[in-house]
């Protein structure tokens, strides 16, 4: 302990890492209501570290090129020591980090966190979900077994709907008429290259944003005097008299990530089949397509949308409307009241908008 | 002091907690990084004894590095490892001069794989080679 405290002195009397303590750990206030969802944020930074790590590892012995690309993805599963572990961690963080997004969004929408002086933390969150889809999206074609190829195909062959452009998008993007071996190079390009620092940017312009404007108090179960922001200049909301981050929060912290590795490991040792289905363990076949193919559990209500109306153009349109106004929802809900059950237009809409976009996903799991 | 006991208590079993999470983290991906044990390779090669004319050598692949067959002016085949003692480099055969030279640092090793000129420490171990029946088996 002497030897930590004489090293810790020795970079406080050079960097003033006490000060750097004090200032963002320690000494950084906290409404004295704030709840474990707020704590969803640290768990995706957990979960995005986490991809980057296994992804990196993955690099190491995948090979993009459609001739190899399924035997280095076999090869890592079935003959690498614990290759099976990496991948798997991968894949099926791919996925919990969509769910706990959803969460993340789901939490901020009824604490009415979105709410002005908090649109750029919205739009930058909203983007990142955007983001996190397309890497999703381009990750799920790498590993070129039968799902990768055909949900590609499906998936990217919808944009072909979209007036003038539409066949040229389609083609831009899979670099041919096809999906092929140049579909492959573009997605892998984005998927480890682009997408990655994107959403890396964006998660530090996420938490600039966020550190600027100050956190903000839950709607309930505090005793905080509430002073809305005028909106005529800058002013950072701070918690006097609130809790430290450090150590308090910090545990929250902790205990919602250990929650989220223990749902994550279980899911990883006890149903490692889920992410899969048996078309995952055939490689790409270009002259054969196989029957129900499907994309992943989150764009089910997508392809059912597609599916339900008679003009694809039609069911793009819905999508984007409802895209474009969950992404502007700061802007068209201007009422300062943040507390979910005295907005009750809004709870009537988040409800039904949640059990509707359930719906379409059974129906098209089911249809 | 019984809080500041029980305090420690807790830190030390946080600290040996975070510990064992780690090395169960690493030791994985230690393994998934180590490379594959894949034997000795091959320790048997032949050729054809036309195969080699007088004053020329062939490179080939011996127990997993590689290899060099030199026939000499004198006539008899001679089998020696075709890495550099220096640093790891392959030696390439000089015809005009009948000796090897290694391009990365301007080490010389005459036929035989005895050093001649440069920082090579030690000469090119050699590799047994026999001669029968029109065949030169190396190893």
């Keep these: ?367 | 002091m019984e809080i500041e006991g029980r305090r420690k208590f807790l830190g030390v079993c946080l600290a040996g907690a975070s510990v064992a999470a780690a090395a169960a983290a690493a030791y994985p991906v230690f393994r998934y990084l180590s490379p594959p044990s894949r034997g000795p390779g091959i320790e048997k090669v032949a050729f054809a004894d036309t195969d080699l004319a007088e004053g020329e050598a062939k490179f080939f692949e011996y127990a997993g590095a590689t290899a060099v067959l030199v026939r000499t002016k004198t006539g008899e085949p001679v089998a020696l490892s075709a890495v550099c003692t220096h640093l790891g480099c392959i030696v390439q055969w000089v015809k005009s001069s009948q000796s090897f030279l290694c391009p990365c640092h301007a080490g010389q090793f005459a036929a035989d794989g005895t050093v001649l000129a440069g920082p090579p420490p030690k000469p090119l171990p050699t590799i047994p080679v026999t001669v029968a029946e029109g065949k030169i088996t190396v190893g």
């Excluded at chain 1, 909203?126 to 990750?139: D, E, H």
């Excluded at chain 1, 573009?186 to 620092?197: D, E, Q, S, Y």
């Design chain 1, 1 to 367: 302990m002497a030897l930590f405290t004489k090293v810790y002195d020795w970079i406080d009397l050079r960097i003033g890492a006490r000060e750097i303590v004090k200032k963002e750990l320690t000494g950084y206030l906290l409404p004295r209501n704030i709840n474990e969802w707020y704590s969803l944020g640290s768990v995706l930074l957990v979960i995005f570290t986490l991809q980057i790590v296994t992804g990196l590892l993955l690099l190491v012995y995948y090979v993009p090129d459609a001739e190899k690309a399924f035997k280095s993805v076999s090869y890592i599963m079935n003959e690498l020591p614990y290759g099976w572990l990496i991948r798997l961690c991968h894949a099926v963080g791919s996925n919990m980090m969509v769910a706990v997004l959803f969460m993340h969004m789901l939490s901020t929408l009824f604490m009415g966190s979105y709410k002005s002086p908090r649109e750029l933390n919205w739009l930058t969150g909203f983007t990142l979900f955007a983001i996190v889809q397309g890497i999703s999206l381009t990750g799920y074609l790498l590993p070129w077994s039968q799902l990768s190829f055909w949900a590609t195909t499906v998936a990217t062959n919808s944009m072909s709907a979209i007036p003038v452009v539409g066949q040229f998008l389609v083609e831009f993007l899979r670099g041919g008429k096809l999906v092929g071996p140049s579909t492959l190079g573009r997605f892998f390009a984005l998927h480890v290259g682009l997408l990655p620092v994107l959403i890396a940017a964006l998660i530090g312009l996420h938490l600039f944003v966020l550190k600027r404007t100050g956190i903000s108090t839950p709607p309930f179960g505090g005793t905080e005097p509430t002073r809305p922001w005028p909106g005529d200049s800058y002013r950072h909301q701070s918690h006097p008299g609130g809790i430290p981050f450090f150590p308090n929060y910090a545990l929250t912290d902790l205990t919602s990530i250990s929650i989220y590795f223990a749902v994550f490991f279980a899911v990883v040792f006890f149903g490692p089949n889920l992410p899969f289905t048996p078309d995952s363990f055939v490689p790409a076949d270009p002259f054969k397509t196989p029957a129900h193919i499907k994309p992943e559990w989150y764009f089910l209500a997508n392809y059912q949308i597609l599916k339900i109306f008679p003009s694809e153009l039609l069911g793009l349109m819905v999508q984007a409307a409802a895209m474009t106004f969950v992404a502007l929802l700061p802007f068209i809900d201007r009422s300062p009241e943040r507390h979910p059950l005295r907005r009750p237009l809004f709870l009537t809409l988040a409800i039904g908008g949640i059990l509707l976009w359930g719906a379409l996903t059974i129906w098209g799991h089911y249809s």
